[in-house]
């Protein structure tokens, strides 16, 4: 089922194609009428589905509502959201997390978008079987200072509302 972003913000995507699969590195979704340099959350999830310009997935839809819409506090001010992925293959069933589908430009789309970023969201739910990506990304964040980084109670596909985002230590 395809979900349509919220209303008031435009999206941007990259995609690329590569060995006849197709990959998403990034996924930028910026209010209408937002700052030249906006306040900027990152959120990291486990693989991409369909979601780009045109469309939103259930997951990033969700996390647009959490980081636009909800009127947290962990999100005053907060114009762009930038959506990584541990894995950059698209992929809505069986998933497996082969090293051949993290995708060739994942690591840097994933650096450059926490550099860009003031706030870090960690959207992989409560578990993550894929220890070696889990530990690129941490390892990241332990090398840049100054982030605020937070949690998801549960991956975001299956998210509630209340507690969902959870303060997080590296």
Known sequence: MRHL???NV???AEFATEGGLEYRYVLEITKIGAAKHP???CVVMQNPSYAGEAWADKSVQ??????FLMGLPEFTGVERLIVVNQFARIQTNDFVGLASEIGSKNNNAI??????S????IAWG???RFEARKEFVLNLL??????RLYKTKMHPSRGRYAGFIQPYRV
């Open 62 to 67: 969700f996390m647009e509502k959490n980081v």
């Open 39 to 41: 306040k900027t959350a």
């Open 10 to 12: 435009k999206a941007r």
């Open 5 to 7: 972003h919220i209303e």
């Open 126 to 128: 409560s578990g993550n």
């Open 118 to 121: 003031e706030i870090i969201i």
């Open 142 to 147: 332990k090398r840049m200072s100054g982030k």
């Open 111 to 116: 650096e450059a978008a926490i550099k860009k």
